[in-house]
């Protein structure tokens, strides 16, 4: 089946550390975001990339970093430079870059972070 | 630039009644519209899309969905409520031709009766 994988389902981190989050597609899609989710704020984007060894910031990208060296990888560092970590962190990919028409996206079923 | 508003933050409907989910948009180009749902500690699942061909978009699981350019909305709606439908329920704007991508609401918390 194809699809989007986000590991850990759930992951806890003590301040100061970082974290690595997994997210894997098989969609052969092109695009890949990183959106976080706090309750009643509805998805702040952080990361995306069009292709391979590119990315751009989105509206929140201090406090973590990511990279993509393979098509369909798209793993997101949160560092202990972010604030506030714990939230719900979706991934979603989308068969055309961003400024394409469409822009439909498919998601992954989310990690759930918290921070002790 | 775009922006998209979810009219209400929650919504409590009788189990077999009809749902109405409000959503205005505002965009400066052509845009796409889309309703996503999440069920809880869920990913999203895309239920319609709207993409400048017809302006009453059919979904998954009976849902549709009207674009008004007038009135900047696309609403979602379902005739007969079942207590699956309770989730939570994302508007989402794209501008085709633009370079601002998703723009997301901020969701609609939908409460099923029995």
């Known amino acids: 089946d194809g699809g989007i994988t986000q590991s850990p389902k759930y992951l806890f981190r003590k301040e100061g550390q970082n974290v690595t989050l997994s997210c894997e597609q098989n969609l052969n899609h092109d695009a890949m975001y990183w959106y976080r989710q706090d309750p009643g704020q509805g998805l702040r984007l952080i990361y995306y990339?069009?292709?391979?060894?590119?990315?751009q910031k989105g509206d929140i990208a201090e406090g973590y970093s990511v990279s993509r060296e393979k098509k369909e990888s798209f793993p997101l560092t949160v560092t202990s430079a972010q604030k506030n970590p714990t939230a719900f962190y979706l991934c979603?990919?989308?068969?055309?870059?961003?400024?394409?028409?469409?822009?439909?996206?498919?998601f992954g079923p989310g990690t759930r972070l918290t921070v002790l | 630039a775009q922006s998209v508003t979810q009219l209400d933050s929650h919504v409590s409907v009788s189990e077999g009644t009809p749902v109405l989910l409000r959503c205005n948009y505002s965009?400066?180009?052509?845009?796409?519209l889309f309703w996503y749902v999440q069920h809880p500690n869920k990913g999203l699942q895309l239920l319609l899309k709207?993409?400048?061909?017809?302006?009453l978009v059919k979904g998954i699981n009976g849902f549709e969905a009207e674009f008004k350019k007038s009135e900047t909305s696309f609403h979602l709606t379902k005739p007969s409520a079942h207590m699956s439908d309770a989730a939570e329920y994302f508007c989402?704007?794209?501008?085709?031709?633009?370079?601002?991508?998703?723009?997301f609401g901020k969701g609609t918390h939908l409460i099923i009766q029995p």
């Open positions: 979603a990919s989308s068969p055309r870059g961003v400024q394409r028409v469409y822009n439909e996206q498919f």
């Open positions: 709207y993409t400048s061909a017809a302006t």
């Open positions: 990339s069009q292709i391979v060894n590119d990315f």
């Open positions: 989402v704007v794209s501008e085709i031709g633009g370079a601002d991508g998703l723009t």
């Open positions: 965009s400066s180009y052509s845009p796409s």
